[in-house]
């Protein structure tokens, strides 16, 4: 099954010429979950040719409008293509608030159902069969969250001449083992699925964390990521101002991905001090602590391929 994920924007607090405001979307088979929607998403959404249409669910850190400004326009689009399924929108307080505003002010059309779930305290928000998105706090000078994807154990993989050496032959047997149930043979003999399946394969996680002050916490929250994205807004220069607006450097950044053991990180959410030639600086230094850093950029796509 496979699993991209897609960066719509990386800018922090105000659109660029060249960078659009920190977004990404996930897409899962045929599910997709668009992580912020800063003003200009549907741009990134229209270049990368990505079927914005079917978006299950929306996931807002915060209220601040670099990271909802696009969500009005967004779901005025999905009013014109027929769409019947419901939209979920997860936030904070004050997520509802905002959507039923804009809706009023705007005199929205919208014919599908929107579904509007404030997060109050850390958990599993939203999930399938065989994955969930859990929302864990950040601290930020508004009321924030992070986000994890999360795929449930997956089976080991099936030996089916094991299956044979134990009596049962190939045929709808086989796929009742693989899907966990014993199985009798003809001469009686009880296989239990242990005896021919192998160990449960990990399944993939995904971790999305920005504009909050750097917390110990967070490497707990997202530990064993595939893949971090991680805001990592200035670099040690200007440590103190990232404190005092409580941003993270890239610095810091890399400590959590190094302390939480991850694959690989993705900064985001950079300052717009930093012009494109000059966000190696923040590079260099997280890579100083996490070699496996990564600068994200405007339509960037990292594919997550499964662990074994």
Request: glycine share 8%.
């Amino acid at each position: 099954m496979s699993l991209e994920a897609f960066v719509l924007g990386c800018s922090g607090m105000m659109p660029l010429p060249y960078r659009h405001l920190t977004s990404v979307l996930l897409r899962r088979e045929g599910e997709l979950f668009l992580f912020d929607c800063g003003e200009g998403t549907q741009v990134s959404l229209k270049r990368l040719n990505l079927k914005w249409k079917k978006i299950d669910a929306i996931f807002l850190s915060h209220t601040h409008a670099d990271h909802v400004t696009g969500l009005p326009g967004l779901m005025m689009l999905s009013s014109q293509v027929d769409r019947t399924e419901p939209l979920y929108i997860y936030g904070p307080p004050k997520t509802a608030e905002y959507v039923e505003t804009s809706r009023r002010v705007l005199d929205m059309y919208i014919n599908y159902p929107v579904i509007v779930k404030e997060i109050t305290e850390p958990g599993v928000i939203h999930g399938g069969k065989d994955f969930y998105i859990r929302a864990f706090p950040l601290k930020h000078t508004k009321t924030c969250v992070g986000y994890t994807l999360e795929e449930l154990d997956r089976p080991g993989e099936f030996n089916p001449q094991r299956a044979m050496e134990l009596g049962v032959p190939a045929g709808p047997l086989f796929s009742k083992l693989q899907h966990g149930e014993s199985v009798t043979t003809a001469d009686g003999t009880v296989v239990l699925p242990e005896q021919v399946m192998g160990a449960k394969r990990s399944g993939r996680k995904v971790s999305y964390v920005t504009d909050t002050q750097y917390l110990p916490s967070i490497a707990d929250e997202v530990r064993g990521s595939d893949l971090l994205f991680c805001e990592g807004m200035f670099d040690d220069q200007y440590a103190d101002q990232a404190a005092e607006k409580k941003h993270m450097t890239s610095r810091q950044a890399a400590t959590i991905a190094r302390d939480a053991n991850v694959e690989k990180m993705a900064l985001i959410h950079y300052s717009p001090r930093y012009a494109d030639k000059e966000l190696g600086l923040l590079l260099d230094q997280a890579r100083e602590v996490f070699p496996g850093t990564v600068l994200s950029k405007d339509r960037m796509a990292f594919d997550i391929p499964n662990k074994d």
